[in-house]
């Protein structure tokens, strides 16, 4: 209990250090949303002193309110869970976005870092345990694939899987022209078929970390003492690599697939762009393009949940998977 206590308190602290800068960086940007909208106003009419202030007031950036005011009335409604109204998708509120899109960005960008993370880890596993085979073999290309900048590995897959032999779609979610979203058969065959190539691009650009870590994990792992004791003792090859050598070799690359999931929403940007994905990144783009304070805090609060979230998981897990970590405390 004092283990969980101190690693809640740590957590909750961490939370309003990141809520509080979520909302003072984009009050530091360049640019005035208020101003923004007041120009696309302005094209069908004048636009009159209370129309400013009511702007003002439904987007919370009243000139005549202090900085601190404004801040107690961010945390206000946070507590409530009122995120503001979206410019860029003006009048539609901020929750309406995110819950538009973020479910396009966790099936797509996690399930493919979850895969990454699978395949990486069992081939690092096979290749540490037989060095010198063709699994251990595969390193040097993976990690060529991964130091490869991910804008330019994606359009090489698109010109060759999407325009030179056309095997999968260039962009979009769906087949907006022959399906309706929903849970039917053929909607999610169209999501998975759209989806598949980004999905490729992100696993084969992060699979060589994955493997090249547990490999040397692995490598390590094998010199230890308690390894040559289980050898002794007579115990099979098998048992050997999964329950002493796999599971102790595997704790850091853990605690790294936490932060990767928590920077599931962050790192879905460049991915969404390329493709032309209809998820969160794709709004995160159009919020700062906008000066959309309120939309960029929502999804910002998503990113800081989520990563914070990640790593209290792995915190715990790591509790209960190496209990050396609970004597520390």
């Known amino acids: 209990m004092r283990y969980l206590g101190q690693k809640l308190a740590f957590y909750a602290v961490a939370c309003w250090a990141a809520l509080t800068l979520n909302f003072l960086i984009p009050r530091l940007m360049p640019g005035n949303p208020v101003d923004l909208m007041l120009s696309k106003l302005a094209t069908k009419g004048p636009v009159t002193p209370s129309t400013r202030a009511a702007i003002e007031a439904m987007l919370g950036t009243e000139s005549n309110v202090s900085l601190w005011r404004q801040y107690l009335t961010y945390l206000q409604q946070l507590g409530s869970g009122e995120l503001g109204t979206s410019i860029a998708y003006f009048p539609t509120p901020v929750s309406t976005v995110i819950g538009q899109t973020l479910p396009w960005t966790v099936g797509l960008i996690g399930l493919a870092a979850v895969m990454s993370f699978l395949i990486g880890v069992m081939l690092g596993r096979a290749a540490g345990w037989r060095r010198g085979s063709w699994v251990d073999n595969l390193i040097p290309f993976t990690t060529m694939l991964q130091s490869v900048p991910y804008f330019w590995l994606a359009l090489l897959l698109l010109f060759l899987l999407g325009s030179t032999w056309p095997v999968f779609p260039l962009s979009g979610g769906y087949d907006v022209y022959s399906v309706s979203p929903g849970w039917s058969l053929a909607f999610l065959q169209s999501v998975l078929y759209h989806g598949a190539l980004p999905a490729l691009t992100i696993v084969l650009s992060s699979i060589g970390g994955w493997m090249l870590g547990m490999r040397n994990m692995m490598v390590s792992t094998l010199s230890e003492d308690y390894i040559l004791t289980a050898e002794a003792k007579g115990l099979t090859p098998r048992r050997i690599r999964s329950r002493y050598a796999a599971r102790n070799a595997v704790l850091p690359s853990i605690s790294g697939f936490a932060i990767s999931l928590g920077f599931v929403v962050a790192g879905s940007i460049v991915t969404e762009a390329v493709f032309s994905?209809?998820?969160?990144?794709?709004?995160?783009?159009?919020?700062?393009?906008?000066?959309?304070?309120?939309?960029?805090?929502?999804?910002?609060?998503?990113?800081?949940?989520?990563?914070?979230?990640?790593?209290?998981?792995?915190?715990?897990?790591?509790?209960?998977?190496?209990?050396?970590?609970?004597?520390?405390s």
């Open 277 to 328: 994905y209809p998820g969160i990144g794709s709004a995160l783009l159009l919020a700062v393009g906008n000066n959309d304070y309120a939309l960029m805090q929502g999804v910002f609060l998503i990113i800081t949940l989520a990563v914070l979230g990640a790593n209290l998981l792995v915190d715990l897990l790591y509790g209960v998977i190496d209990p050396r970590t609970r004597a520390r």
